[in-house]
């Protein structure tokens, strides 16, 4: 690793702090919500109506409140508290969370620490909640979101320092919306606080850090499922070239549950997508390829006698797991056998939760995969943003 560490001792301390720890995520993005029920799950919340505090009210009750119009109507159980174009519930304490049940459209309870605000969308046909949550414990509940449960300390470490580093790099994608990240797959996925104590454990042990290339410029943390035994440079499967996307060789994911997978496609539609293919020279026949491995290494291009396929289009169009495959031919049939699943860029996967098995650090995870990145705190970087 880089040793940035004196540099940035010395500019934490530089470092502005306002806000900067506090993320403004919207909440329940792909639903329609018209009508919800809020109540707080620890710790007390502070209600305002357009700016006002609110005071006659239980602040352990249960709060409804429903589009009505172009405003939204508040009620506990016993009360109308009245039409409002903007409610905030703001938490009294730290630690506080709370617990979010869509009515109209139904939905499962949801919990999330923090405030919320809620406003109408701009279409005004919904409400738009925006959870206003520290930083960590929002990278908390996307690794839980995101990569389920039962793997390992170290590999959730991982994940929450990509999940960080997507963030930071993405901070601007909705604000013209009126918050800075969605709760949907289009960003991260969001679908909770975190519960699960390994996850909080790695959040919180590795808080603040991000990947940085070595401008300082906050990574694109491709990842993907299996790389089959080799990852893919960036620039053979997106055309974009980047310093720390470029192949290497992963024995660790070898033997995963995504490591091979097989397919048959018969001889005559292999042949007619060869032709297809063939769009060069109109009425030839095209070479008839019937045999291509990968034996020694990745290839970028199927090519034989004039004709040249990326192998991406390959995978696109047969919507095969991987471009690392080799094809022969079998009867009246081509026999597709493969390596790994997915784009093969960036991290692998499989091959990351094995080397965490086999108690290699998240440090030396991480840089066996990108390559010549550092890690660095957060708060280093804004300063660096600010200049
Ligand atoms: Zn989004
Ligand atoms: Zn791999």
Redesign the pocket.
Known sequence: MKKFSLLFGFVILFAIHSNANIVNVRILTTKVIRSFIFSPLGGNYAIYGDGVLLSDFDPTGIFQMTLEGNAIRLKTFEKDLGRFYNIKMISREPEASFKIKSINPQSKVRTYDGNVEVKLHTDNLQLLLVNSVDLEDYIAGVVESEGGRGSNLEYYKIQAILCRTYLLAHLNRHIQEGFEICDDVHCQAYASKASEDDIIQAVLATKGQVVVDNNLNLITAAFHS????E?CNSEDVWAISKSYLKSVK?T??TSQSQAHWQRDISLEDWKSYLQLKQNNSKGKTPPMITSFNQAYGRAVYLEDKGLKIPLKNIRNDFKLKSTFFSIEQIGDSIKFKGR?YGHGVGL?Q??AMEMARQKYSYEYILHYYYKDVSLVDVSALSYFRQE
């Open positions: 299996n790389c089959g035994g990852t992963d660790f994911c790994g692998c499989e091959g």
